[in-house]
Structure formats: structure tokens, C-alpha cells
């Protein structure tokens, strides 16, 4: 059979088309090489992470064993202080304010004002009574001598009767006097023996009433030295002074404000003295420790700010133990609740005096607790007190010396010290109104009376 045009069309497009395929059939697909070209990658990133995860926690657990495990940290910690009430102790209307909210003042700057008319008029009576009481003592003592002086004129006309009884007595044998005269003569040494036991009870009871005593340390003379203390007391109360240098807050006082004992009118922050609060829960204080370091940071600075201190002590139970309405653990919706304890940490005064705190400011504590010797809840007591102030003190010293003048002013001898209560110049019954040096009246010492004199009040 012979081919046709058509057929040998035919067969030569299929001849092309089969070595035209024939290439396609030896190279290789695109989907074969495609797993082989990113196993690589992915292998090698995945060892990457693997490698990242196990260093970071290697060195997570190297700061673990050499610090973490020792550090217990809490952001439950507040900075606390003392808050200083300010407050009467006398009765009255104020008259002057002195600071106000947010300003500071120094211990003894005075901070209200009384009026002080009342307090005024008590002590000028307190001082009158004092002076007419020891001029009053001076008249016993003055008296006494009078009275020893009548004894001995009484033991003289006993001593003339007896004599001229019995030169009577003598002459009656003779005849020389008569009876009624030696009766008369008996009467009259009757008479002066009654006259001196009289002179001698009244001398006994004017030297009761002075007996062991001196002017100085009379009862009557040491009841009105206090009267006179106490009064100044009052007059000098008028006037309330800072006890502790600080800022003042909670200023609550306004001008004429009738004020009684123990009202609060203002507060006085020393912020020199603050420390702070951290609660931890009860896992955290195992191995806590009086005297263990702390570090500590506020949010007031930031974290490039560090305060160091120490743990100072614990407190004496949970927070809500103390709480004003406690938990009622015996009821049946109880729920457990882990519990954190007050922990008190004392910071460096001079990190303090650089960067100050206010009371109530936020604070993240760390405590170290490495060194773990002695026992948790340690019984430190201290002899000395922890707080105290002596502004009030130069009230009393001014007292004695008040008292000190106005008794040299009624005993007319200026340079006379005051004696002792509880001892004289040699025998303690002696009824000399000679004074001991250095004494004291009711407790009150004083320097010389001329000295006292010549002071300030």
C-alpha cells in the first residue's frame, strides 16, 4: 500500500512528537529535589533553638544554685514611719497656729498657742500662796524661839520659888515667918512648876509642827512649792511644741478652736526615721533572719536607685490576724488562703538622707539569705529607749527656778541655798533654820536662791 500524503503528514508529527518528549522523560521533576533542598535549613535552625533553650537554662540553674535560691523577693512592701500625734494637755482656745500642712519644723518650734490669761492668774495666786506659806514657816520657827526663851524664864521662877521656900521653911522653926506666909510661899513654887509645864507643852507643840525640819523642806512650804510647780506646768502647756523634727500632716486645728485634753491637732512625720513593711507569704520566711542584708528599690526612683538594709525583726503575726475584721477560719465556706507576715526592714540613714522616702510609698525588697545562723524569732530587748525628746524639760527647769525665787524673796536671806528634803546640816532632828547647800524643795533642785534671783523665768 502506498502512503498518501495525509498519512506521511501523519507519522512525521508523531516522529516529532516523540523525540520531542523523549528529553522531558530523562530530566528530572521539580517535586523531587524540593524535600532534599530545605531539610538542610530546617535541621539547622532547629539546632540552633535547641542549643539557645538548653544555655539559657544552664545558665538559669547556674543563678539558681549560686543566688536565686538564696534571694527572697517580694513587691508587698510599703515604706512606713512614725506618724507623731499633736496634742494637748491642758484645756483651752487657740489663739496662734504656727505651721501648716507639708512644711518643716524643728524639734521645740512652737506649733499652737493657747490662750494663756487663766494659767496667768493661777500662777500669780500659786506664787502668793508660796510666799505667805513660807513667811507663815517662818513664823513657827520664830515662835519656837520665843516659846524655848519662856521655858527657860518659867525654869528661872521655879528655881527663885524654891529657893524662897526654903529659906521659909528654915526661919518657920524659929518663929521668924509665919504659917501663912510658908503656905504662901508653897503656893507660889506650885504655881511656877504649873506656869512651866504650861511654857513646855506649848514649846512641844509648836516644835511638832516643825520638828525635823528646816524652812526649806517644811511640808506646808513643800505643798506649795508643787502647787506653784504645777501651775506653771500649765501656763507653759499653752503652748505645744514640736517634739521631733519632721514635716507636718493632718493639720485638723483652726483659730479659735476650743481645744480639750488629748484632742489631735496636727501630726509631726519625721522621715528621717522611716523604715519599711514586707509582707511575705509563709514559705518565703524559713530562712529569714534578724540582721540578714536587703536590697530594696522604689518605684518613686526607679531601678537606678538601690537602698541596702537590714532585716530589723518580724512581726508578732499574720496581717489579717491583726486585721480589723479577721478571717472566720471556723466557718463552713473556708477557703485557704496562703498568709503573708510583716517583715521590718531598717534602711542606711545616709541612702535615706540622699534619696528621702515618704510614708506609704511602694518598695521591691530582696533579702539574701545566706547567712541563716540563730534562731527565727530572736528576744532582743534594749535598755535604752527607742525614741524620746527633752523639749518638755526646760518647763520643769524653769518651775524650780520660779520656785527657787519666790522663796528667797520671803525669807530675806538671798544667798541662802535650799535644803534638802531627806537630810539636813547635821542631825536630822534639829529645828536650825540653817539651809544645806544643793538641796531641794518637793524634788525641785535649784542653785543658789541670789543666783535663781538674778535668772530669767
Do not use: C
Not at 156 to 166: K, N
Not at 233 to 245: D, K, N
Not at 302 to 310: D, M
Not at 398 to 427: C, H, K, L, Q
Amino acid at each position: 500500500m502506498s502512503n498518501t500524503p495525509d498519512d506521511s503528514q501523519t507519522a512525521a508529527t508523531t516522529s516529532t512528537a516523540a523525540e520531542t518528549t523523549m528529553p522531558a522523560e530523562r530530566t528530572p521533576s521539580a517535586g523531587t529535589t524540593a524535600p532534599a533542598a530545605t531539610t538542610s535549613p530546617r535541621r539547622r535552625w532547629l539546632a540552633i533553638a535547641i542549643g539557645a533553650f538548653v544555655v539559657a537554662g544552664a545558665g538559669y540553674g547556674a543563678w539558681w544554685m549560686t543566688s536565686l535560691r538564696w534571694t527572697q523577693s517580694t513587691d508587698d512592701a510599703y515604706v512606713s514611719g512614725n506618724v507623731v500625734q499633736i496634742t494637748p494637755q491642758v484645756a483651752g482656745t487657740v489663739v496662734a497656729i504656727g505651721a501648716d500642712d507639708t512644711q518643716f519644723v524643728k524639734a521645740g518650734q512652737p506649733l499652737v498657742q493657747l490662750d494663756q490669761a487663766d494659767a496667768k492668774i493661777a500662777l500669780e495666786q500659786a506664787d502668793a500662796r508660796l510666799g505667805k506659806t513660807v513667811r507663815e514657816v517662818r513664823g513657827l520657827f520664830a515662835t519656837t524661839a520665843q516659846l524655848r526663851a519662856s521655858v527657860d524664864q518659867r525654869n528661872a521662877d521655879v528655881a527663885r520659888a524654891a529657893e524662897d521656900l526654903a529659906r521659909r521653911e528654915r526661919l518657920a522653926s524659929s518663929g521668924a515667918v509665919s504659917g501663912e506666909e510658908l503656905q504662901h510661899a508653897r503656893s507660889a513654887l506650885s504655881a511656877a512648876n504649873a506656869a512651866l509645864t504650861a511654857a513646855k507643852q506649848e514649846l512641844e507643840a509648836n516644835r511638832a509642827r516643825i520638828d525635823r525640819t528646816t524652812l526649806r523642806n517644811h511640808p506646808d512650804v513643800l505643798a506649795a512649792a508643787a502647787q506653784l510647780h504645777d501651775a506653771y506646768l500649765e501656763l507653759a502647756r499653752t503652748e505645744l511644741p514640736a517634739p521631733v523634727s519632721g514635716y507636718v500632716a493632718k493639720r485638723a486645728v483652726q483659730l479659735g478652736q476650743r481645744v480639750s485634753p488629748g484632742a489631735p491637732l496636727m501630726a509631726i512625720v519625721p522621715l528621717d526615721q522611716v523604715w519599711v513593711d514586707a509582707n511575705f507569704k509563709e514559705p518565703q520566711l524559713a530562712d529569714m533572719r534578724v540582721g540578714q542584708p536587703v536590697t530594696l528599690k522604689s518605684d518613686l526612683y526607679g531601678r537606678r536607685i538601690v537602698y541596702h538594709g537590714t532585716v530589723a525583726g518580724f512581726g508578732a503575726g499574720t496581717g489579717s490576724a491583726f486585721a480589723l475584721l479577721p478571717a472566720q477560719n471556723a466557718t463552713g465556706n473556708w477557703i485557704k488562703i496562703v498568709q503573708r507576715v510583716p517583715v521590718r526592714i531598717a534602711i542606711d540613714p545616709r541612702e535615706l538622707a540622699d534619696h528621702p522616702l515618704q510614708v506609704g510609698l511602694s518598695m521591691q525588697v530582696a533579702v539574701d539569705t545566706h547567712q541563716r545562723d540563730g534562731v527565727r524569732l530572736p528576744q532582743v530587748t534594749t535598755a535604752a529607749p527607742s525614741y524620746s525628746t527633752d523639749v518638755y524639760r526646760a518647763a520643769g527647769e524653769n518651775a524650780e527656778r520660779r520656785i527657787a525665787s519666790v522663796i528667797a524673796a520671803n525669807t530675806g536671806v538671798a544667798d541662802e541655798a535650799r535644803p534638802s528634803r531627806t537630810a539636813s546640816a547635821a542631825d536630822p532632828r534639829t529645828t536650825s533654820r540653817t539651809p544645806v547647800a544643793g538641796a531641794t524643795v518637793g524634788g525641785f533642785a535649784v542653785a543658789r536662791a541670789a543666783r535663781a534671783v538674778a535668772q530669767p523665768l
